[in-house]
Protein backbone atom coordinates (compact mmCIF):
# COMPACT_ATOMS: atom_id res chain seq x y z
CA UNK A 1 0.00 0.00 0.00
CA UNK A 2 1.45 3.40 -1.01
CA UNK A 3 2.54 5.50 1.87
CA UNK A 4 0.42 8.26 0.98
CA UNK A 5 -2.31 6.27 1.33
CA UNK A 6 -1.36 5.17 4.97
CA UNK A 7 -1.12 9.07 5.54
CA UNK A 8 -4.54 9.84 4.50
CA UNK A 9 -6.09 6.64 6.28
CA UNK A 10 -4.75 8.58 9.39
CA UNK A 11 -6.12 12.38 8.75
CA UNK A 12 -9.15 13.69 9.96
CA UNK A 13 -11.81 15.99 8.18
CA UNK A 14 -10.30 19.01 9.68
CA UNK A 15 -6.80 17.84 8.54
CA UNK A 16 -7.94 17.62 5.09
CA UNK A 17 -9.22 20.82 5.20
CA UNK A 18 -6.35 22.80 6.84
CA UNK A 19 -4.43 21.57 3.86
CA UNK A 20 -7.07 22.22 1.26
CA UNK A 21 -6.62 26.09 2.13
CA UNK A 22 -3.27 25.94 2.20
CA UNK A 23 -3.04 24.34 -1.60
CA UNK A 24 -5.60 26.58 -2.67
CA UNK A 25 -3.21 29.28 -1.22
CA UNK A 26 0.12 27.96 -3.24
CA UNK A 27 -1.85 28.44 -6.42
CA UNK A 28 -4.52 25.02 -6.11
CA UNK A 29 -7.74 26.75 -6.52
CA UNK A 30 -9.23 23.65 -7.37
CA UNK A 31 -8.28 22.08 -3.94
CA UNK A 32 -10.92 20.64 -1.70
CA UNK A 33 -10.74 17.77 1.22
CA UNK A 34 -12.67 15.38 -1.29
CA UNK A 35 -9.85 15.92 -4.04
CA UNK A 36 -7.04 15.54 -1.74
CA UNK A 37 -8.26 12.05 -0.42
CA UNK A 38 -9.22 11.35 -4.28
CA UNK A 39 -5.36 12.21 -5.03
CA UNK A 40 -3.14 11.16 -1.46
CA UNK A 41 0.03 11.63 -3.39
CA UNK A 42 -0.52 15.13 -3.14
CA UNK A 43 -0.23 15.15 0.91
CA UNK A 44 3.32 14.33 1.01
CA UNK A 45 4.10 17.42 -0.73
CA UNK A 46 1.62 19.91 1.32
CA UNK A 47 3.38 18.13 4.55
CA UNK A 48 6.33 19.57 3.12
CA UNK A 49 5.05 23.16 2.60
CA UNK A 50 6.51 25.38 5.39
CA UNK A 51 2.72 26.86 5.11
CA UNK A 52 1.06 24.10 6.60
CA UNK A 53 3.63 24.57 9.48
CA UNK A 54 2.84 28.08 9.73
CA UNK A 55 -0.86 26.66 9.74
CA UNK A 56 -0.91 23.95 12.24
CA UNK A 57 2.33 25.93 14.50
CA UNK A 58 1.83 29.34 13.95
CA UNK A 59 -1.62 29.60 16.71
CA UNK A 60 0.37 27.55 18.72
CA UNK A 61 4.08 29.69 18.89
CA UNK A 62 1.74 32.57 19.87
CA UNK A 63 0.54 31.25 22.98
CA UNK A 64 -3.20 30.63 21.33
CA UNK A 65 -2.88 26.53 20.98
CA UNK A 66 -3.06 24.39 18.31
CA UNK A 67 -4.96 24.89 15.20
CA UNK A 68 -8.05 21.98 15.78
CA UNK A 69 -6.12 19.18 13.80
CA UNK A 70 -5.64 15.82 14.46
CA UNK A 71 -1.69 14.91 16.91
CA UNK A 72 -1.48 13.06 13.56
CA UNK A 73 -1.03 16.08 11.36
CA UNK A 74 0.88 18.18 14.18
CA UNK A 75 3.35 15.30 13.90
CA UNK A 76 3.67 14.63 10.43
CA UNK A 77 4.25 18.59 9.91
CA UNK A 78 7.40 18.82 12.24
CA UNK A 79 8.82 15.53 10.78
CA UNK A 80 8.39 16.12 7.52
CA UNK A 81 9.30 20.27 8.48
CA UNK A 82 12.50 18.49 10.06
CA UNK A 83 13.44 16.17 7.35
CA UNK A 84 13.18 19.54 5.01
CA UNK A 85 15.46 21.37 7.49
CA UNK A 86 18.26 18.30 7.91
CA UNK A 87 18.83 18.65 3.97
CA UNK A 88 20.38 22.24 4.56
CA UNK A 89 22.15 21.52 7.73
CA UNK A 90 26.06 20.55 7.71
CA UNK A 91 25.65 20.05 11.81
CA UNK A 92 23.03 19.40 14.63
CA UNK A 93 23.21 20.06 18.23
CA UNK A 94 23.31 16.38 20.13
CA UNK A 95 21.91 15.48 23.11
CA UNK A 96 24.64 14.16 25.27
CA UNK A 97 23.64 14.69 28.95
CA UNK A 98 21.43 16.10 31.08
CA UNK A 99 20.79 19.54 29.70
CA UNK A 100 23.60 19.11 27.69
CA UNK A 101 24.33 19.50 23.71
CA UNK A 102 26.89 19.65 21.09
CA UNK A 103 27.35 20.32 17.50
CA UNK A 104 27.77 16.98 15.85
CA UNK A 105 28.39 16.67 12.15
CA UNK A 106 27.33 13.23 10.85
CA UNK A 107 23.95 14.88 9.22
CA UNK A 108 23.76 12.24 6.47
CA UNK A 109 22.84 9.22 9.08
CA UNK A 110 19.85 11.13 10.34
CA UNK A 111 18.61 12.57 6.72
CA UNK A 112 19.30 8.59 5.74
CA UNK A 113 16.79 7.56 8.80
CA UNK A 114 13.89 10.18 7.71
CA UNK A 115 14.42 9.53 4.29
CA UNK A 116 12.23 6.37 4.19
CA UNK A 117 8.85 7.04 3.61
CA UNK A 118 7.48 4.17 6.08
CA UNK A 119 10.17 4.63 9.02
CA UNK A 120 9.10 8.50 8.83
CA UNK A 121 5.64 7.77 9.20
CA UNK A 122 6.83 4.93 12.41
CA UNK A 123 7.79 7.83 14.19
CA UNK A 124 4.69 10.13 13.44
CA UNK A 125 2.37 7.41 14.60
CA UNK A 126 4.18 6.18 17.76
CA UNK A 127 4.22 9.99 18.43
CA UNK A 128 0.45 10.11 18.20
CA UNK A 129 0.08 7.07 20.05
CA UNK A 130 1.39 8.71 23.53
CA UNK A 131 -0.65 11.99 23.10
CA UNK A 132 -3.16 9.41 25.32
CA UNK A 133 -1.70 6.95 27.60
CA UNK A 134 -3.29 3.92 29.35
CA UNK A 135 -2.77 3.95 33.17
CA UNK A 136 -4.59 2.37 36.14
CA UNK A 137 -4.23 -0.74 37.83
CA UNK A 138 -4.58 -4.35 37.93
CA UNK A 139 -5.19 -7.21 40.77
CA UNK A 140 -2.94 -10.58 40.84
CA UNK A 141 -3.30 -13.09 43.04
CA UNK A 142 -0.45 -14.32 45.24
CA UNK A 143 0.42 -16.50 48.45
CA UNK A 144 -0.94 -13.66 50.30
CA UNK A 145 -4.08 -12.98 48.90
CA UNK A 146 -5.00 -10.61 46.18
CA UNK A 147 -2.75 -8.04 45.71
CA UNK A 148 -3.29 -4.10 43.40
CA UNK A 149 -0.55 -3.08 41.02
CA UNK A 150 -0.60 -0.05 39.37
CA UNK A 151 0.46 0.46 35.60
CA UNK A 152 1.34 2.90 33.67
CA UNK A 153 2.32 2.74 29.82
CA UNK A 154 5.26 5.36 30.43
CA UNK A 155 7.06 3.12 33.08
CA UNK A 156 8.59 0.48 31.21
CA UNK A 157 9.28 -1.93 34.24
CA UNK A 158 5.44 -1.63 34.92
CA UNK A 159 4.85 -2.41 31.49
CA UNK A 160 7.19 -5.53 31.26
CA UNK A 161 5.43 -7.02 33.50
CA UNK A 162 2.58 -7.77 31.23
CA UNK A 163 4.79 -10.32 29.30
CA UNK A 164 4.32 -12.45 32.47
CA UNK A 165 0.70 -12.39 32.23
CA UNK A 166 -0.57 -12.50 28.27
CA UNK A 167 -0.23 -15.20 25.79
CA UNK A 168 2.59 -16.01 24.19
CA UNK A 169 0.51 -14.80 20.56
CA UNK A 170 0.53 -11.47 22.72
CA UNK A 171 3.96 -10.70 23.71
CA UNK A 172 5.49 -9.09 20.27
CA UNK A 173 2.74 -6.79 20.58
CA UNK A 174 4.47 -5.90 24.24
CA UNK A 175 7.77 -5.95 22.77
CA UNK A 176 6.83 -3.82 20.03
CA UNK A 177 5.09 -1.37 22.77
CA UNK A 178 8.30 -1.58 25.36
CA UNK A 179 10.64 -0.91 21.94
CA UNK A 180 8.16 2.40 20.92
CA UNK A 181 8.12 3.52 25.14
CA UNK A 182 12.00 3.00 24.88
CA UNK A 183 12.52 5.42 21.78
CA UNK A 184 9.89 8.03 23.25
CA UNK A 185 11.69 8.76 26.58
CA UNK A 186 15.12 8.98 24.92
CA UNK A 187 13.78 10.92 22.12
CA UNK A 188 11.24 13.36 23.34
CA UNK A 189 12.00 13.64 27.27
CA UNK A 190 15.88 12.85 27.45
CA UNK A 191 16.39 14.93 30.38
CA UNK A 192 13.94 13.37 32.37
CA UNK A 193 15.07 10.22 31.47
CA UNK A 194 18.70 10.65 32.02
CA UNK A 195 18.08 11.75 35.25
CA UNK A 196 15.80 9.45 36.31
CA UNK A 197 16.83 6.90 38.97
CA UNK A 198 16.13 2.89 38.39
CA UNK A 199 16.76 1.01 41.20
CA UNK A 200 19.14 -2.19 40.80
CA UNK A 201 15.83 -4.26 41.26
CA UNK A 202 14.23 -2.71 38.27
CA UNK A 203 16.94 -2.50 35.91
CA UNK A 204 17.41 -5.98 36.44
CA UNK A 205 14.33 -7.04 35.72
CA UNK A 206 14.43 -4.95 32.59
CA UNK A 207 17.40 -6.93 31.55
CA UNK A 208 15.98 -10.09 32.10
CA UNK A 209 12.72 -10.15 30.20
CA UNK A 210 14.74 -9.19 26.99
CA UNK A 211 17.14 -11.87 27.46
CA UNK A 212 19.93 -9.97 27.55
CA UNK A 213 22.95 -11.44 29.77
CA UNK A 214 25.58 -8.81 28.83
CA UNK A 215 24.91 -5.37 27.95
CA UNK A 216 27.27 -2.93 25.59
CA UNK A 217 29.36 -0.73 28.17
CA UNK A 218 27.54 2.71 26.95
CA UNK A 219 24.50 1.13 28.93
CA UNK A 220 26.18 2.10 31.93
CA UNK A 221 27.46 5.14 31.30
CA UNK A 222 26.34 7.08 34.17
CA UNK A 223 26.71 10.21 32.14
CA UNK A 224 23.41 9.31 30.05
CA UNK A 225 21.54 7.23 32.99
CA UNK A 226 18.95 5.55 31.96
CA UNK A 227 18.77 6.89 28.21
CA UNK A 228 21.79 4.65 28.06
CA UNK A 229 20.42 1.63 29.18
CA UNK A 230 16.94 2.26 27.01
CA UNK A 231 18.95 2.72 23.86
CA UNK A 232 20.33 -0.96 24.19
CA UNK A 233 16.73 -2.60 25.67
CA UNK A 234 14.94 -0.45 23.17
CA UNK A 235 16.97 -1.75 20.12
CA UNK A 236 16.64 -5.41 21.63
CA UNK A 237 13.08 -5.07 22.21
CA UNK A 238 12.48 -4.38 18.75
CA UNK A 239 14.42 -7.36 17.40
CA UNK A 240 12.31 -9.38 19.92
CA UNK A 241 8.90 -8.17 18.59
CA UNK A 242 9.85 -8.82 15.07
CA UNK A 243 11.54 -12.40 15.75
CA UNK A 244 7.97 -13.29 18.01
CA UNK A 245 5.83 -12.57 15.72
CA UNK A 246 3.96 -14.77 13.54
CA UNK A 247 4.85 -14.49 10.00
CA UNK A 248 4.26 -12.90 7.59
CA UNK A 249 5.69 -9.30 9.28
CA UNK A 250 3.06 -6.73 8.92
CA UNK A 251 4.66 -3.42 7.51
CA UNK A 252 4.73 -1.66 10.55
CA UNK A 253 6.88 -4.57 12.17
CA UNK A 254 8.79 -5.03 9.32
CA UNK A 255 9.71 -0.88 10.24
CA UNK A 256 10.54 -1.98 13.79
CA UNK A 257 12.57 -4.77 12.82
CA UNK A 258 14.58 -1.72 10.90
CA UNK A 259 14.47 0.65 13.65
CA UNK A 260 15.88 -2.18 15.83
CA UNK A 261 19.29 -1.68 14.17
CA UNK A 262 19.50 2.29 13.82
CA UNK A 263 17.65 2.83 17.25
CA UNK A 264 19.78 5.45 17.80
CA UNK A 265 19.73 7.25 14.76
CA UNK A 266 16.10 7.18 15.86
CA UNK A 267 16.00 8.51 18.72
CA UNK A 268 18.37 11.26 17.48
CA UNK A 269 15.87 12.15 14.91
CA UNK A 270 13.58 12.77 17.93
CA UNK A 271 16.06 14.39 19.90
CA UNK A 272 16.05 16.92 16.78
CA UNK A 273 12.37 17.22 16.38
CA UNK A 274 11.78 18.06 20.14
CA UNK A 275 13.95 20.45 20.59
CA UNK A 276 13.01 22.16 17.18
CA UNK A 277 9.36 22.25 17.19
CA UNK A 278 7.98 20.62 19.90
CA UNK A 279 9.99 21.93 22.93
CA UNK A 280 7.58 24.39 24.39
CA UNK A 281 4.72 22.55 24.14
CA UNK A 282 5.66 18.95 25.18
CA UNK A 283 3.64 19.08 28.65
CA UNK A 284 0.21 20.08 26.29
CA UNK A 285 0.60 17.78 23.68
CA UNK A 286 2.06 14.30 25.94
CA UNK A 287 0.33 15.41 29.33
CA UNK A 288 4.04 15.56 30.41
CA UNK A 289 5.93 17.98 32.67
Known sequence: MPTAVLYLERLTRDDLRLLAAVARRRGEPSATPEQLAAEPER????????????AVFGAAETGAGFEPVSPFLVFAVALHRAAADLDNRTYTTEWVGPNRRLPVFDVDVLRD??????????????????????????????????RRRRFSELDPTQLATLL??????????VYRRLGDLALFLTGVFPDH???????????????????AGELADTAADPDLGA??????????????????ARPP???????????AERFRAGRR???????????PRRGQLFGLG
Open 43 to 54: LLGLLDDERVHD
Open 113 to 146: FVADPMRRLFLVELLASYTHVSSGATWERTPRGW
Open 164 to 173: DVVPETDRPG
Open 193 to 211: TASRFLAPIQRDRLVRVTG
Open 227 to 244: VALLEELGSRWYRLAARS
Open 249 to 259: LTATMQVAAGV
Open 269 to 279: ILNFVTDRYLF
